[in-house]
């Protein structure tokens, strides 16, 4: 059995999924435990499974519901590991990084956590605030973004995982609830402020100012808005992608 499992789920990411494969394991021979990197590959229609594969992951799990709470769901159901650890496919992460949250699990204090996020390029000025306002709203109100979680596992399976009715937001669900697990226990939620985790910042270049501010007005002013995958597009389409009218709903497959 694995001290922990680090699991990315991966939707046509065969562009950075090498990368982030690569500066996990380097982060991972850093620790002295046994950790199992597992990718999910979310019905992808590019080469994400055979990269996933040449660069090194010890499992390629298939989800064909596209969806990130059903992939990460589907990596944790994958393995029997200790500790979870999930980071996004366009997410780097440090072994130091990666050795502070193990410590904080191992310490029985730590219910789950995550880390401070920084953008891998320039980014437009909306796209930097919302980052710079999601920091402040996850250490004040002790939140992780899905670019990299970390939880007990025990917690984990107790709360149910990821919320699959949703779309978007999943991370945010699954923090309130382990949160409530951890108090009954005495064990708090810890945000890893340095080293922070370093994510793609391309999404600011995939879409307009107005597309971020619609995507936001969507999700905070529409009950429900993240159950519905077409009201949380900016997660699930690229624009670059050609989309084939007869092809089946990847939703539904």
Known sequence: MPDYALIIPAYNEETLLGQTIVTAREAMRSIELDGELIVVDNNSTDLTDEVAREAGADQVVFEPHNQIARARNAGAESTDAKQLVFVDADTLIEGETLQIALNHLASGKVVAGGARIVMDQPVSRIVRWLLDNWNAVAK??????????????????????????????????????????????????????????????????????????????????????????????????????????????????
């Open 140 to 253: 004040r109100f002790a939140y992780a973004g899905g670019s990299f979680f970390f939880c007990r596992r025990d917690a984990f399976d107790e709360v149910g995982g990821f919320d699959e009715s949703v779309y978007a937001g999943e991370e945010v669900w699954l923090a309130k609830r382990v949160k409530k697990w951890g108090r009954k226990r005495k064990m708090r939620f810890e945000l890893i402020a340095d080293p922070p985790v370093l994510t793609s910042g391309r999404k600011s270049d995939w879409f307009s100012t107005w597309d971020f501010v619609r995507q936001l007005a969507f999700i905070f002013l529409l009950p429900g808005a993240t159950r519905n995958r077409k009201l949380c597009s900016l997660w699930y389409h690229r624009p670059h992608e050609e989309i084939d009218p007869k092809a089946p709903n990847p939703v539904e497959a």
